[in-house]
């Protein structure tokens, strides 16, 4: 379905968070060719981390139309509003239910491009999340270092590995970094769920506040993701919001909100666990941390930076180190900003996806790795959650693809969201520690 050259080229994004819809919309215009015009729609999938329009407007990603749906009002909105291509920015469950949702109500008729990926370091559940989104046209790898993990996956099961394209992040840019400021600003970039326990979260919020005392001419800068209340790709249950609270922190120490290139903007010093900003930082060249003091596991994702140069401790920061980042590391890693390899990051993926629109015989269904023969015990589940039968089709009392929601069930929408979050915050931490007596 290529759009015509007087018609726009169609981009629909599905996406299940504020992060992930920003990754999946500035794709979508890396993907378009250059100078062309494009319109862009997007869908929001209706689930817990569902954006709010505050993280929206964070994101600093628009698009043309913007709405919230459930998988099936999609895979019915997909069948009644054609495309050129299609973004498929959700957790890899998501994306198998709507490979096979689309697959039966496409069939062998005509239909878009499909392209997924990930939005940032794939430091954990590789196998699984790729076989997951296997069944796409293109397969986003954010570096060599990944396409090459991705083919690998692929190919040790006898899936079809042509559909791993690389490309880079969408979201890296801004100006580089060009020398120390006044004042020194220390920024420290926390994640939703690493580390996962009060004991750890609050030993980095004491080392950070340590460090705005050791040095009061540094703005000490903690750079949130969302507030109280608020979901992104990863469930929060302890925000640092509420564990700093009664600690007294200096004057120059700050919480803070925003677009992460603006915070980047005025940043001397990025400090993570192994946040996907510590790849913006190196981008623009600022002196990057990835902290080793809880250790360097794959539970916490700080291992992806073996190698890098970033690796260090609060000790070391302290007494004034400052990283700096081993090249070849960052240039295998796809954020590298010189050479102009960035800047033409998405140049393979672009000419892939002309191809596929310009073929006269149109494309054939979509043919995810997972099916009904190769794991029977599995897919019916995934698509299930999604009110899709083992054949992908909805099953009956799935929520229609009618009309806006009314008031009533708004209403009873959002405080179904408050419990299933106040049971995630609340309750579900309690119970947990009850289990640890």
């Not at 600093?60 to 139309?65: L, N």
């Not at 700096?324 to 390899?341: F, K, N």
Request: glycine share 10%; net charge neutral; proline share 7%.
């Amino acid at each position: 379905m290529p759009a015509t050259t007087t018609e726009p080229l169609r981009i629909a994004v599905l996406a299940d968070s504020d992060t992930r819809w920003k990754w999946g919309a500035l794709t979508a215009r890396r993907l378009a060719p250059e100078g062309a015009e494009i319109r862009l729609d997007g869908f929001l999938l209706r689930g817990r981390s569902t954006p709010t329009a505050r993280q929206l407007q964070e994101t600093g990603a628009r698009a043309d139309s913007l709405r919230e749906v459930t998988a099936v009002e999609f895979v019915r909105a997909m069948g009644e509003e054609p495309c050129d291509v299609l973004v498929l920015a959700l957790v890899g469950g998501g994306v198998q239910a709507m490979l096979h949702g689309l697959r039966h109500a496409w069939g062998s008729g005509p239909r878009p491009v499909v392209v997924t990926g990930y939005v940032g370091v794939v430091y954990e559940k590789l196998a699984d999340g790729l076989l997951l989104r296997h069944g796409a046209d293109l397969v986003l790898a954010n570096s060599a270092h990944d396409a090459q993990r991705f083919r690998d996956v692929y190919e040790g099961v006898g899936a079809d590995a042509a559909a791993v394209t690389e490309v880079a992040l969408p979201f890296l840019g801004g100006a580089p970094y060009t020398g120390r400021r006044e004042p020194f600003t220390v920024v420290f970039a926390v994640q939703p769920s690493v580390p996962d326990s009060r004991k750890d979260r609050a030993y980095l919020l004491g080392r950070l506040i340590g460090h705005a005392r050791r040095h009061p001419d540094r703005e000490v800068l903690l750079k949130l993701r969302s507030k109280p209340g608020e979901h992104t790709t990863h469930i929060e249950e302890l925000p640092y919001q509420k564990l700093v609270r009664g600690l007294n922190p200096p004057a120059n120490f700050r919480l803070v909100y925003g677009h992460m290139g603006e915070v980047l903007d005025r940043t001397d010093l990025l400090v993570t666990v192994s946040s996907t900003a510590a790849l913006e930082s190196l981008h623009r060249r600022v002196p990057t941390a990835v902290l080793t003091d809880l250790g360097v596991r794959e539970a916490l994702g700080n291992h992806h930076f073996l190698g890098s140069g970033c690796l260090t401790s609060w000790d070391r920061l302290d007494a004034g180190e400052l990283p700096t980042a081993d090249p070849a590391w960052v240039a295998r890693q796809g954020v590298a900003s010189g050479g102009g390899s960035y800047e033409g990051a998405f140049d393979t993926a672009r000419a892939r996806i002309a191809a596929l629109l310009a073929d006269s015989g149109g494309l054939p269904p979509l043919d995810p790795y997972y099916t009904a023969e190769t794991a029977p015990g599995y897919l019916p589940g995934i698509l299930a959650r999604h009110h899709l039968g083992p054949d992908g089709a909805p099953l009956p009392g799935a929520p229609a693809a009618d009309q806006a929601p009314g008031p009533v069930r708004q209403i009873v929408r959002r405080a179904a969201r408050g419990a299933y979050r106040h049971g995630v915050q609340r309750v579900a931490p309690v119970i947990r520690r009850m289990g640890e007596l």
